[in-house]
């Protein structure tokens, strides 16, 4: 038997659009078996999301997506099975989130200036649930709304990308001690969408190599945007470094996502899933 896995997802305790009931309603409908709910350095959702997985049959993976760097360059790193409760992976996040909110600060008063308009902050935060864990997509929206781009795409593209007005780098912490944080919460760490951060083949392996001497055991080999070459190249990489492979759609809701939920391309079968560790 086949199951239907989705090992990357996003509620709006960060920047997706769905709570966790609905994302679990979602997941039962779209046949996935296995989900996990990997909100960006918060797992306040987790909670509500394990009580909707129960409702609807859903088998979930408590997970996080950990922004961090590694050689100034922005890595997320997906932590699945994690002890929420754990005191260190929580002071981390919460150390991460402090960080999002001086960034959204920074943010605010750029396009304000740019904009030349007032309270960006204010509407920024009465948009986002989670007060402190404010991501640029939430920014995009208001960006969207007030009518300054036509969609999240053009919002990013005109204010929120690198080398753009409203563009401000998040202050972030060491790859190495993202590791640390989930190995601590009894986790599995794993490297999102590697293909994303705009490295050599080269560059990426070296990074993978020293995630793997840290302690990492996964890389996502399927990602939301992934190309079926994308995927060849992202199995022999795990092939060759001898690390699980997982699978997600980065779901963050309609209009925000590359993907449906569970629906990406399959694992190469030569892979070993992650999902061995769970069976
Ligand atoms: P942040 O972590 O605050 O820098 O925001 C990054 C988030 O923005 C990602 O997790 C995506 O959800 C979203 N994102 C990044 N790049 C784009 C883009 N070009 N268009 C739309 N959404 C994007
Ligand atoms: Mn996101
Ligand atoms: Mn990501
Ligand atoms: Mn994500």
């Not at 902050?121 to 300054?148: S, T, Y």
Request: aromatic share 8%.
């Amino acid at each position: 038997m086949t199951y239907c896995v989705d090992l990357h997802s996003h509620t709006d305790f960060s920047d997706g659009r769905l709570t966790p009931e609905e994302l679990l309603l979602l997941a039962a409908r779209q046949g996935v078996d296995i989900l996990a709910l990997t909100d960006h350095d918060t797992t306040e959702g987790i909670p509500r999301a394990q009580i909707a997985a129960a409702k609807y049959g859903v088998h979930l993976i408590p997970g996080v997506e950990i922004s961090c760097q590694w050689r100034g360059q922005v890595i997320h790193l997906l932590g699945f099975n994690i002890d929420i409760y754990n005191s260190i992976l929580q002071q981390g996040l919460l150390k991460i989130r402090n960080f999002r909110y001086l960034r959204a600060q920074a943010i605010a008063e750029k396009l304000n200036n740019y904009l030349k308009v007032k309270d960006m902050l204010k509407e920024v935060v009465a948009h986002a649930k989670n007060k402190e864990n404010i991501a640029r997509p939430h920014f995009a929206q208001v960006l969207v709304d007030r009518g300054h781009a036509r969609h999240m795409q053009e919002a990013f593209k005109k204010y929120l990308l690198p080398g753009k007005p409203g563009f401000v780098a998040l202050d972030a912490i060491p790859l190495e001690e993202a590791v640390t944080w989930i190995i601590q919460a009894g986790g599995i760490a794993c490297i999102a969408h590697p293909l994303r951060y705009s490295f050599k083949l080269k560059r990426l392996t070296e990074m993978v190599e020293e995630f793997k001497r840290l302690g990492g055991q996964a890389i996502e080999v399927v990602a939301g945007t992934s190309k079926l070459d994308e995927i060849t190249k992202m199995a022999e990489l795990a092939q060759k470094l001898g690390l699980y492979a997982s699978i997600g759609s980065d779901y963050h809701g309609m209009g925000l996502s590359w993907c449906a939920m569970g629906r990406t391309l399959p694992l190469p079968k030569e892979c070993r899933s992650i999902t061995e560790l769970w069976s």
